[in-house]
């Protein structure tokens, strides 16, 4: 039985859709920013990104390339693993389908790297299907340093730090590795209705 | 069999609240009893749930202010007045109570002597808590690694652990600088700014020591500090930060 806290009432958000908020999460307005390191200012003339890996040909994309890709606007809900949610989230990206069309693979495993020496690693089929996207801006404004830009994956279904900021790449593979923070003790595949937050959860 | 079970799964566990301790006017420090602690390692936090009596439960996580060496675990928390969790732990908590948590979470933003040095520590207000661990085992295991603390605060009132920190800097223990940034009193022999790429140059070990650097703080604190370091020259993969948004509470 879970033991009650004497004296601790809470303050449930009447606003927020109890359904749309996971087990243990809380709901805010502001846009919290968590990296293990110091933000990486990557200057767009130098920036790339790359598919790589267990496939035929590697592809690569210049800025200028990667953004005369079609992109997607989408609102979305996301939910760290220390605890806050921020619902009807507004971004714009390419979807990871479409880095993808024309690359034949037998990987069934991904690590999505960055710039600052992150991974994170993720089954294929979470990034396809319309499920992942790399997203370029934020609220219609391009995306700060502080949340990842000039670019960041974007997957909201998992826990976001499965959502590499400053991502260069994804490396396909054929074995599942686990990335940084899996390696640290938090979940090899994170999905937040099931509180996947640690080693297991 | 032993060792699977710690690799296991993190479980809730009640600990008894020993005792409470008055840091600064919205900062306590929360002496714990964990039935079963697996030990943790300087720098790491846990998970801490409460529940209401109808079932309603909020979870945040706090960092560790205790060594690893140390007989109790101890948290220390910082009431943010819009705040949901915090409010209730730095107020209506008393000793004898119980707290439900789970961890030691987290296993980067750590030291242990392995890591070496030299080593640097820069704290924003309570962002102090998981260095103070930090400290703490560097003395604990009697390291010899060259230990540095850089600690912006408001004012002196504001600085959480001021007789600690004094105590330890007077035993010549290890090296620290204050930094007040709204009110120094008089006769202030400390820096008086916020932390600028100047003062870190003056405070920090030169990039070619590679000291190892943790800062802890509020996002612009810590934002602004890692990138002065790298401007500095320090390598970006020895800085290591743990930031606390506006949120959280």
């Not at chain 1, 005369?68 to 220390?82: F, G, K, Q």
């Amino acid at each position: 039985m879970t033991p009650i806290s004497r004296g601790f009432r809470g303050r449930r958000d009447a606003s927020a859709d109890p359904s749309r908020v996971p087990p243990g999460q809380y709901v805010t307005g502001d846009f919290p920013v968590l990296s293990a390191g110091p933000t990486p200012h990557t200057q767009l003339a130098d920036w790339s990104f790359a598919i790589q890996g267990e496939v035929d040909e590697p592809k690569t994309w210049t800025w200028d390339e990667f953004r005369a890709l079609p992109s997607e606007n989408l609102t979305t809900d996301i939910h760290c693993v220390t605890k806050w949610s921020k619902l009807d989230t507004v971004w714009t990206g390419a979807s990871v389908d479409t880095l993808l069309d024309g690359v034949d693979t037998s990987a069934e495993y991904v690590t999505a790297w960055s710039d600052g020496g992150y991974t994170t690693n993720l089954p294929l089929e979470d990034l396809t299907g319309g499920r992942a996207w790399v997203a370029f801006a934020y609220d219609d404004e391009p995306l700060d340093p502080e949340h990842g830009g000039p670019a960041r994956l974007l997957v909201p279904h998992l826990y976001f730090w499965k959502s590499a900021k400053w991502v260069r790449g994804l490396e396909l593979k054929l074995e599942d590795e686990p990335g940084f923070w899996e390696t640290y003790g938090y979940h090899n595949y994170g999905d937040p209705w099931r509180e996947q937050r640690y080693w297991g959860d | 069999m032993a060792r699977a079970a710690l690799l296991g799964r993190l479980t809730w566990q009640l600990a008894n609240v020993v005792e409470l301790v008055e840091e600064t006017a919205r900062v306590r420090s929360i002496v714990l009893d964990p039935p079963a602690w697996p030990g943790h390692r300087a720098g790491q936090h846990v998970d801490v749930r409460l529940t209401a009596e109808d079932g309603y439960q909020a979870q945040r996580s706090y960092s560790i202010a205790s060594a690893p060496e140390d007989g109790y675990l101890m948290l220390t928390v910082e009431r943010l007045e819009d705040g949901e969790v915090s409010p209730y732990l730095a107020d209506e908590l008393r000793p004898g109570d119980e707290l439900e948590l789970r961890g030691p979470v987290g296993g980067y933003f750590v030291w242990e002597e392995s890591l070496g040095g030299p080593l640097l520590l820069v704290a924003g207000g309570s962002g102090v808590v998981p260095l103070r661990a930090m400290l703490c085992h560097h003395h604990a295991v009697e390291s010899i690694v060259p230990v540095r603390l850089l600690y912006s605060a408001r004012s002196l009132e504001e600085v959480v652990y001021r007789d600690e920190l004094m105590r330890m800097a007077a035993a010549d223990q290890i090296d620290i600088r204050f930094t007040l940034t709204r009110e120094q009193p008089e006769g202030w022999q400390g820096y008086g700014r916020r932390i600028d790429r100047e003062l870190l140059d003056e405070v920090s070990w030169p990039p070619g020591e590679h000291p190892l650097v943790y800062v802890c703080g509020p996002t612009g604190f810590v934002e602004a500090t890692a990138n002065a370091l790298v401007e500095l020259g320090h390598e970006p993969a020895r800085i290591r930060t743990e930031r606390f948004g506006p949120t959280g509470g």
